[in-house]
């Protein structure tokens, strides 16, 4: 029997297509800085992507390893993206 949607998953399921919304636009970038060659601009847009992929698909909550990787892989993108522009 399916009811209607309870606030919580309704406000759960927005919040995954946000993320999923996220990391397409973190893809985007990433090829953005592939095409301009710009190596590492481009690995840390994909540490995001990656990261969102992870959390919107639902890995991170089942597994706590997953959840360590995710929070790497943002701390990792974000040194890049701050070591990128303060080299610039």
């Known amino acids: 029997m399916q009811g209607i949607a309870t606030t919580r ?14 990391t397409a636009l973190g893809l985007v970038a990433a090829l953005a800085a ?15 992507a990656a990261a969102g992929a992870l959390t919107a698909s639902g890995t991170t909550d089942r597994s706590r390893g997953l959840a360590y990787l995710a929070i790497t892989l943002l701390v ?7 070591g990128v522009f303060l080299a610039d």
Not at 10 to 19: E, H, I, K, P, R
Not at 34 to 48: E, I, K, M, P, Q
């Open 34 to 48: 592939v095409v301009d060659r710009d190596t590492l601009t481009a690995v840390a847009w994909f540490g995001f």
């Open 9 to 22: 998953e309704a406000g759960l399921q927005q919040s995954t297509l946000f993320v999923w919304i996220a």
């Open 76 to 82: 990792a993108a974000v040194a890049v993206l701050v």
